[in-house]
């Protein structure tokens, strides 16, 4: 392979040789999924990138838990393929990150962002919010994120932080932080809960889920995802006990009721929503 | 050519915007001069008219009858099936607007000879009729069928393919259909104008120099005009003179009709289209809203009562041919939308109001309808639709762009199932399909079949080593495919011959143009496994595991991460573009009957289970008898990258060299395509405009739950009415064999991750 066009600059020589010395960022990518239609606006390209911190309790891909494992793959070739969609995206589709947990691949996460925008690919952040911190390098870094971000979903797991660490291993105390920030900082978002019985389905905390999101700015859509069981076989095939044995999907009149709760139907800018240019 | 008579005809054509069409038989002129376009959504249709409910729950109840009966209610077993043979017959004579059916009763099936006696006579028994030996002395005796013809000259070969079962579904016994007349010719000339211009057609065949050609147009020009008259008559025993053009939208509809009832009385083809007929009526619909003589309900009402008629079209037909084509169907294809060469849309009220049928009378697998789909289409319609197939799964969409550059036309409709066909002056033979699978298997064992375990395709040396080398297979493969290629089409050859001498479709053909391209018809089952089995010998080092007799009955890829199709890898879609023009290719150099253009096809309706069955294990893992994946789709469980990907794969099939179409049936839940209904219909509109845009050719599209499919095999009962989309048509899942349900429930069904 040819290193460099002699015509090209020696500036851009430099560069080239500079990029070989660290050689590109490599994300660990899970899998990836042509067809995302429920996961942020529009038609999406969805990559997995592998590794979470949380032990969410519902987790449906705990096969995304472990970290530094999966497919080593650089922005370019993953925007390669993901561009060979494009003309299923429409104005509102491109790419979504999810996994795992994006932003524990900050560095691969930004340069995979920045190169998309880069491309005219809009850019969805699907993500817990858990490994947000306001320490630096990392929140410099978050902030250059949100620059080239179109929209995140963020998943409040559950709004009290003593039941969040029952329910993930974690409080939520820097996630609210990230969402403040979000909201603070004009970035839209999508918020989601997800309903599950004995766990999530509280009628006072629901509640004060909904009075908390109200206070939020840019919120284009608040979406209640009723706990499924689909997860429960990987569990099986990971030899990892599930922790939700027994536990059904939430009925259709309590997600009506969350819904209700979360004033879901108040929430309508996604209809109209485009990316930035 | 002769002008027409216009000073009679202009009064009936008053209110139209006048054009060539009033010169010279041109249908397509008359919509592109009396188009008008609707840009807006479907809120101001009408519900179903009182009338329309009774009519159509006593359909519903004829159908539950039907099906209690074991599939057919009544049948005639000594009348031979003609345009006229039939006094007028109704469902309720007092209610019904728009009038006609097959025989005398609603749902008795017509006694159909002329394709072959025994064909009919079977179809009679299994449905325990006694067919009458007079009958059977006519159509013996004294008088030939297409299938004594074919069965006359087919060469050893022919029939070794033909039973060994690499070449299947062949039209040698039953109708090939496939015929698209342009029925609205009826409604804007009148009988009398189309059998003026057919005389003056036939004044002008030849200059007396009868060579077989000429003696042939001549022969069947006058089978068209003694049609044409039939058709006529046939109107008249309704009460209803067709002579002249229709003065209103009723008579319109009607006119239509009758022209369509012609074709379903005498030929009981495996496609009864339909074809194209939304604009022309629209434009009679919008001349009689402006002379204030009908409203919206009177206007749907005359959709509804035309599209219940087509729904109670049957044909009686054996058991071998219901397992390839389950469900009953008569493909009753009809196409909507579209764009004109000059960039506007064709869609209109009434093509809304086709839709609204699904609605106002419920689900049903006929008429087949088809959209033209194109990006230019407005998007109230494209939303209404998806509305459509997210509800009831009847529609299948089609690349209008693809297929009027391809055809050379804006003026197309889908004949059969998927492929184009130009109205007014095209006609396809239709062709059925050879079975590639099955040659992938005789390559390896030198032309032995690995069901019968005898030499059926040419004897070379069967592959022996212990992994099968690549470039040994194929040659081996192309040694096999070449003399595929050759029985093939010259079986076909026969067939086209004797279906024009024995069954030659005159109701159909006196509505088209005298001087018509031809389409030689071909197709492809099996292809997926073909090209995974491809892959796999090139890329996953196969193992073949051989019988005490040498037949390699299973196979073992060392490596089984082979590239396959499905997942938009290059490697793989590679060698089905390949393969599709390669066969296409080989093909090509033989005599194609009446000097037609050769076409392929990559679809396979329901067949694909039953060619499934007859055919060994495949290279890429497929077990013997395993239904294969329906027309283009990839192989069941190939696909690891998600529906786009799957779809992508199948986009890049060159469609120049498989004009006869090629299908996906796609299956999805409600979940995965959103979590409201909004969204949900926006899914689908993005993905049915990106896969266009692809040069994707064909879309099926089913909307529901694994679960109810599972529940619906199980009580039948609960859902008379759930329609599935299957490669190319639609059917009501009840009516499918036991086989064929399960291979749906099967199928890929794209879930949420």
């Known amino acids: ?277 | 050519m002769k002008q027409l008579d216009k000073t009679d005809a202009k009064n009936y054509w008053e209110g139209f915007n006048g054009g060539a069409w009033q010169d010279e038989i041109n249908v397509r002129d008359f919509i592109q001069q009396n188009l008008t376009q609707y840009d807006g959504d479907e809120t101001f249709l009408a519900g179903p008219t009182e009338a329309t409910t009774i009519l159509n729950n006593q359909v519903l109840n004829l159908k539950k009858q039907e099906r209690e009966n074991g599939g057919v209610l009544d049948a005639d077993t000594n009348v031979v099936a003609t345009i006229t043979s039939h006094g007028p017959g109704y469902l309720n004579k007092d209610l019904e607007k728009i009038v006609g059916i097959q025989t005398d009763k609603p749902f008795k099936r017509a006694f159909m000879p002329f394709g072959g006696i025994r064909m009919a006579e079977d179809a009679l028994e299994s449905y325990g009729f006694k067919p009458d030996p007079e009958m059977h002395k006519i159509f013996t005796a004294y008088h030939k069928t297409h299938n004594q013809g074919v069965f006359d000259v087919y060469t050893p070969d022919m029939r070794a393919a033909r039973h060994y079962k690499i070449v299947t579904g062949l039209p040698d016994a039953y109708a090939r259909g496939r015929i698209v007349a342009d029925f609205p010719r009826i409604a804007i000339y009148g009988i009398d104008a189309l059998m003026a211009s057919k005389a003056n057609d036939f004044a002008h065949i030849g200059d007396g120099e009868m060579t077989d050609d000429v003696i042939r147009l001549r022969e069947q020009v006058s089978d068209q005009y003694r049609a044409l008259n039939d058709i006529k008559k046939m109107a008249a025993s309704y009460g209803y003179d067709i002579s002249k053009p229709a003065t209103n939208a009723q008579e319109a509809v009607q006119w239509i009709y009758f022209g369509y009832l012609a074709a379903v009385k005498t030929q009981n083809g495996a496609a009864m289209s339909v074809g194209r007929i939304d604009t022309t009526i629209d434009a009679f619909i919008q001349r009689d809203m402006k002379r204030g003589l009908i409203n919206e309900s009177q206007a749907q009402e005359l959709i509804d009562h035309l599209v219940m008629k087509l729904r109670m079209v049957r044909f009686i037909r054996t058991e071998e041919y219901n397992d390839l084509f389950s469900g009953d169907p008569i493909w009753a294809t009809l196409s909507l939308g579209g764009v004109g060469y000059d960039g506007r849309h064709h869609i209109t009220k009434t093509a809304f109001r086709f839709l609204k049928t699904l609605d106002n009378m419920g689900a049903a697998p006929e008429p087949n309808i088809t959209l033209l789909w194109d990006d230019l289409l407005p998007k109230g319609f494209k939303r209404y639709a998806t509305e459509v197939s997210i509800k009831s799964s009847t529609i299948q969409y089609e690349n209008d762009s693809l297929m009027r550059t391809e055809w050379g036309t804006d003026y197309y409709g889908i004949a059969c199932c998927v492929s184009a066909q130009p109205i007014q002056d095209g006609v396809q033979f239709f062709g059925a399909r050879a079975n590639l699978a099955k040659a992938i298997l005789y390559a390896i064992n030198g032309g032995v079949d690995e069901i019968a375990e005898k030499q059926v395709g040419p004897e070379t040396e069967p592959i022996d080593s212990d992994v099968i080398d690549y470039n040994e297979f194929m040659k081996k493969f192309d040694v096999q495919l070449a003399w595929l290629a050759d029985v093939y089409v010259n079986a076909l050859n026969a067939i086209q011959y004797m279906h024009d001498k024995y069954y030659y479709e005159s109701a159909q053909l006196a509505l088209k143009n005298t001087r018509l391209d031809y389409t030689f018809a071909t197709g492809i089952s099996g292809f997926s496994h073909a090209v995974d089995s491809i892959s796999a010998i090139k890329y996953g080092k196969v193992h073949p595991i051989r019988d005490e007799k040498g037949v390699a009955v299973d196979f073992k890829a060392e490596d089984n991460d082979y590239p396959r199709y499905g997942n938009n890898d290059d490697r793989a879609d590679d060698i089905a573009k390949w393969l599709v023009k390669h066969f296409y290719e080989m093909m090509n150099t033989h005599h194609l009957y009446h000097n037609a253009k050769l076409s392929t096809s990559v679809l396979t309706i329901t067949s694909n289970v039953v060619y499934g069955k007859n055919t060994g294990t495949t290279p890429n893992g497929r077990q013997k008898g395993d239904p294969f994946s329906p027309g283009a789709n990839p192989a069941y469980g190939a696909e690891k990258n998600g529906a786009l990907a799957s779809l992508m794969s199948t986009a890049k099939i060159p469609y120049h060299y498989a004009t006869d179409g090629i299908s996906n049936t796609f299956g999805v839940t409600p979940n995965t395509l959103g979590h409201d209904d909004e969204t949900r219909k926006d899914t689908l509109v993005n993905m049915i405009d990106g896969y266009m845009e692809n040069n994707g050719m064909h879309l099926n599209i089913n909307v529901f739950n694994k679960e109810t499919l599972i529940d619906a095999q199980k009580h039948p009962e609960e859902y008379p009415t759930l329609t599935v989309r299957v490669s190319g048509y639609c059917v009501y899942f009840a009516d499918l064999t036991k086989e064929q349900q399960d291979d749906v429930i099967s199928r890929t069904f794209f879930e949420e991750m």
């Open chain 1, 1 to 277: 392979m040819k290193l460099y066009d002699s015509t090209e600059s020696p500036l851009n020589v430099l560069d080239a040789v500079g990029a070989i010395d660290d050689g590109p960022i490599k994300g660990y990518v899970h899998s990836v999924e042509s067809f995302g239609s429920v996961d942020g606006p529009g038609i999406r390209f969805v990559v997995f990138l592998q590794g979470c911190r949380m032990r969410c309790q519902y987790c449906h891909n705990p096969d995304t838990w472990n970290i530094g494992v999966g497919d080593e793959m650089t922005a370019d070739q993953i925007l390669d393929d993901a561009i060979r969609y494009k003309a299923f995206w429409g104005e509102q589709g491109g790419m979504t990150c999810s996994g795992g947990e994006s932003l524990v691949q900050l560095d691969f996460l930004l340069d995979l962002f920045t190169k998309a925008k880069g491309r005219g690919i809009s850019t969805c952040l699907d993500t817990s919010g858990q490994p947000f911190t306001r320490d630096e390098p990392w929140f410099s870094k978050f902030e250059q994120l949100m620059k080239v971000t179109d929209v995140s979903l963020v998943d409040i797991k559950h709004i009290n932080s003593a039941e969040h660490k029952k329910l993930t291993g974690f409080g939520n105390e820097n996630i609210l932080d990230m969402i403040q920030y979000m909201s603070a900082n004009n970035c839209d978002m999508w918020i989601r809960h997800v309903l599950v019985p004995q766990r999530t389905d509280d009628d006072h905390y629901l509640a004060e889920l909904g009075e908390y999101i109200k206070t939020l700015n840019n919120v284009q859509k608040v979406e209640v995802l009723p706990y499924h069981t689909l997860g429960v076989k990987k569990y099986h095939e990971l030899g990892i006990t599930y922790p939700l044995e027994g536990i059904e999907p939430p009925t259709a009149a309590r997600v009506k009721n969350a819904e209700n709760l979360l004033h879901t139907s108040d929430y309508n800018d996604w209809k109209t929503w485009r990316p930035r240019p």
